[in-house]
C-alpha cells in the first residue's frame, strides 16, 4: 500500500469483512463445528496463496529460526486450538441466538484482556482498565436478554462470552509468539492448525452441507477471512497499532448494521446503548498501554 491514507481504507474494510462473518453464520444450515473447520481450511489455503506463505519450518532457516525456543510448534498447536474454539462459540452464538447477540457478547473481551494481561506479563492495572472493565459489565448488561444459561438465549449469550474469553487469550498469546514470527506467517499457520483440528470432528458432516452453504462457506473463507486478514496485517504497515486497535473496535458496529440491514434484525434501545458502551470498552482499552508508535501486532481471529 503506497499510502496512509490506503492504508486506513483497507483496515477499516477488513474490519467489516470481520463483522460481516457473522451473517453468513446466520445464513447458513451447516453447524458450528463444520462452519468453522471450513472457514480455517479456506482462510489458510488463501492466505498461503495470496501472500505467498508456507507454515513455519517448511521454509530455509533463517537467523530468527534458528533462536526459536523448542516450545513453539506446542504453542502454535494450542494457539490453533484457541483459534477454533473461537470461531467455534463465535457462530454457535449466532446461531443460537443472532448476530447481534453473538458480536456484541464476543466484545466482552476487553474485560478479559485488561483482568489477564498485567497478570501474564507483569505489567500494573491501570485507571482506564477499570473503565473499561465497568463499560463491558454496563454493556453485557443491557444487550444479554437474559442471563439463565439453560434458555436458548442465555446459552448464546454464554458462547459469544466464550468467543471474547478465547479471543483475549489468544491475543495474549500473540503478543508473545510475534516476536518470533511475522503476523501474516503466524495467523496463516494458525488457521490452518485450526482447521486441521476439527476436520476429523467435522469430517463426519461434510457430507450433508448442501451446495448453497458450500458456496457460503467457501466465500466465509476465502474474503471473510483470508483476504480480511491479509487485508488487516498489510494496514499494519502504515498505521499504528493504537489506530488498528480502535478500528477493530468497531467490528460489532459494522456487524451490526449489516444483520439490521440484511437480515432485519431489530435494533433497541437497549442493544444500541449497550452497544456503544461495548464498543466504547474496546476503544478505550485498544488506547491502554499502546504507545505512541507501537510495533505491530496481528488481531489473531475475526
Not at 29 to 44: I, Y
Not at 88 to 109: D, E, H, I, K
Not at 114 to 122: C, D, H
Not at 266 to 282: E, F, Q, S
Request: glycine share 12%; net charge positive; proline share 5%.
Amino acid at each position: 500500500m503506497n499510502s496512509s491514507r490506503q492504508a486506513l481504507l483497507a483496515l477499516h474494510g477488513a474490519v467489516v469483512l470481520f463483522g460481516g462473518a457473522g451473517l453468513i453464520g446466520r445464513l447458513v444450515t451447516a453447524p458450528p463445528l463444520v462452519v468453522t473447520c471450513v472457514r480455517s481450511l479456506v482462510g489458510a489455503l488463501v492466505l498461503a496463496a495470496v501472500a505467498g506463505l508456507t507454515l513455519p519450518g517448511r521454509t530455509a532457516p533463517t537467523a530468527a529460526a534458528a533462536v526459536r525456543p523448542r516450545w513453539l510448534t506446542a504453542a502454535l498447536l494450542a494457539t490453533g486450538a484457541l483459534l477454533a474454539a473461537h470461531w467455534w462459540a463465535f457462530f454457535a452464538a449466532v446461531q443460537l441466538g443472532s448476530v447481534t447477540l453473538g458480536l456484541l457478547t464476543f466484545a466482552s473481551y476487553p474485560l478479559f484482556a485488561v483482568a489477564l494481561e498485567p497478570l501474564v506479563f507483569g505489567e500494573r492495572w491501570q485507571v482506564r482498565d477499570f473503565g473499561a472493565g465497568l463499560g463491558v459489565l454496563a454493556g453485557l448488561a443491557l444487550v444479554v436478554p437474559e442471563w439463565d444459561f439453560g434458555t436458548q438465549a442465555g446459552l448464546a449469550a454464554g458462547c459469544g462470552l466464550g468467543a471474547g474469553l478465547t479471543f483475549a487469550v489468544l491475543s495474549l498469546a500473540n503478543r508473545r509468539l510475534l516476536r518470533w514470527w511475522p503476523a501474516r506467517r503466524l495467523v496463516a499457520a494458525q488457521t490452518g492448525v485450526a482447521g486441521l483440528l476439527l476436520l476429523p470432528l467435522a469430517a463426519p458432516h461434510l457430507a450433508a452441507v448442501n451446495a448453497r452453504d458450500w458456496a457460503w462457506l467457501v466465500l466465509l473463507g476465502a474474503v471473510f477471512t483470508g483476504l480480511a486478514h491479509w487485508a488487516f496485517t498489510a494496514a499494519l504497515r502504515r498505521v499504528t497499532v493504537r489506530v488498528a486497535g480502535v478500528t477493530a473496535a468497531l467490528e460489532p458496529v459494522y456487524g451490526v448494521v449489516l444483520a439490521w440491514w440484511f437480515l432485519g434484525e431489530p435494533l433497541g434501545g437497549r442493544v444500541l446503548a449497550g452497544g456503544a458502551l461495548l464498543v466504547g470498552a474496546a476503544v478505550l482499552a485498544a488506547g491502554t498501554r499502546a504507545g505512541p508508535n507501537p510495533p505491530a501486532r496481528e488481531r489473531g481471529a475475526g
